[in-house]
Antibody, heavy 122, light 109 residues
Framework: QVQLQESGPGLVKPSGTLSLTCAVS?????????WSWVRQPPGKGLEWIGE???????NYNPSLKSRVTISVDKSKNQFSLKLTSVTAADTAVYYC???????????????WGQGTTVTVSS | EIVMTQSPATLSVSPGERATLSCRAS??????LAWYQQKRGQAPRLLIY???TRATGIPARFSGSGSGTEFTLTISSLQSEDFAVYYC???????????FGGGTKVEIK
């Protein structure tokens, strides 16, 4: 069973860069999956940030695209999120998740990390 | 951009009763829709994908239906562990974008 674990600083200063990593265990990041990031501001709903395939192909939420970079490190079996120019509105629980490759079919996100809280504050 | 609208925002149901949750897409998403359950302090859990296929280990009391723009999640007989927030999510093939609905909170009546 594949497991995901997010890690990174819990506090980021305004205008700074949020950087998180998701470690993959129990499976290979080179498998047929999209590796995704989702966030949830306090008391609010879920927001899809973006995803990456092991080939390096990425898809991003248009509302965040100018500030987001998702990358993959096959040697470490992990993928990462960078979000630049952060503000208090970026304060959220950040989850990594797996979406199986499905071509035109959609299989949902069937494995999630436990989430990590990031607060943007000076 | 496809917008997903869930209703109602809150649903009050007694244990053992049926719960019906709705999700509407601003344009057709075919059957590319998933439902998730999220309990307080936990990560979301996939319930349904492909609009009507239960994910592994999901009890048969959860069922999904619909296609195009109108979708429904039905919980046939609510158990105590089912009180949670439920989200729908769509997948658009091109451009590849995933969008969540705003959620429906199912609470004890």
């Amino acid at each position: 069973q594949v497991q995901l674990q997010e890690s990174g600083p819990g506090l980021v200063k305004p205008s700074g860069t949020l950087s998180l990593t998701c470690a993959v265990s129990g499976g290979s990041i080179s498998s047929s999956n999209w590796w995704s990031w989702v966030r949830q501001p306090p008391g609010k709903g879920l927001e899809w940030i973006g995803e990456i395939y092991h080939s390096g192909s990425t898809n991003y939420n248009p509302s965040l695209k100018s500030r987001v970079t998702i990358s993959v490190d096959k040697s470490k079996n992990q993928f990462s999120l960078k979000l630049t120019s952060v503000t208090a509105a970026d304060t959220a629980v950040y989850y990594c998740a797996i979406r199986p490759l499905g071509g035109v079919s959609f299989y949902g996100m069937h494995v999630w990390g436990q989430g990590t809280t990031v607060t943007v504050s000076s | 951009e496809i917008v997903m609208t869930q209703s109602p925002a809150t649903l009050s149901v007694s244990p053992g009763e049926r719960a019906t949750l709705s999700c509407r897409a601003s344009q057709s998403v075919s059957s590319n829709l998933a439902w998730y359950q999220q309990k307080r302090g936990q990560a979301p859990r996939l319930l349904i994908y492909g609009a009507s296929t239960r994910a592994t280990g999901i009890p048969a009391r959860f069922s999904g239906s619909g296609s195009g723009t109108e979708f429904t999640l039905t919980i046939s007989s609510l158990q105590s562990e089912d009180f949670a927030v439920y989200y729908c999510q769509q997948y658009n093939n091109w451009p590849p974008v995933l969008t969540f609905g705003g959620g429906t909170k199912v609470e004890i009546k």
